[in-house]
């Protein structure tokens, strides 16, 4: 499996980005894939993730209601929407394939495939 994030970069409060991590050939059916994000010094924490057959969702509660994990099937890729954004937002973001049980998306350890991180950055 191959995770490759990229669409970070540069935004002010309020404003928007969306990451996208595409995956090799029949990830999505195989996988749980999930958006965790880090701060130096701090541990890898979990954003978003989706399960396999996309139907459950499940976010933070720093993002909910801001973010939005999806599915981009022309792509073959999984996206983080990210709205307004604010800059304890700042973080690099990592894409992660693995499959935990819904109940245990947040725990880094049942991930076994990790994209190369996208950092993002926000303005105050």
């Known amino acids: 499996v191959q995770l490759q994030a990229s669409g970070g970069g540069l935004v002010r409060a309020g404003g928007s980005l969306r990451l996208s991590c595409n995956a090799s050939?029949?990830?999505?059916?195989?996988?749980?894939l999930s958006w965790f994000r880090e701060t130096p010094g701090r541990e890898r924490v979990f954003v978003a993730g989706?399960?396999?057959?996309?139907?459950?969702?499940q976010y933070a509660d720093s993002v909910k209601g801001r973010f939005t994990i999806g599915r981009d099937r022309l792509k073959s890729a999984v996206y983080l929407q990210m709205n307004s954004l604010k800059p304890e937002d700042t973080a690099v973001y990592f894409c992660?394939?693995?499959?935990?049980?819904?109940?245990?998306?947040?725990?880094?350890?049942?991930?076994?495939?990790w994209g190369q991180g996208t950092q993002v950055t926000v303005s105050s």
């Open positions: 992660a394939a693995g499959r935990p049980v819904y109940s245990a998306y947040a725990q880094t350890d049942l991930y076994y495939y």
């Open positions: 050939a029949g990830t999505f059916t195989s996988y749980v």
């Open positions: 989706m399960s396999r057959d996309g139907a459950s969702r």
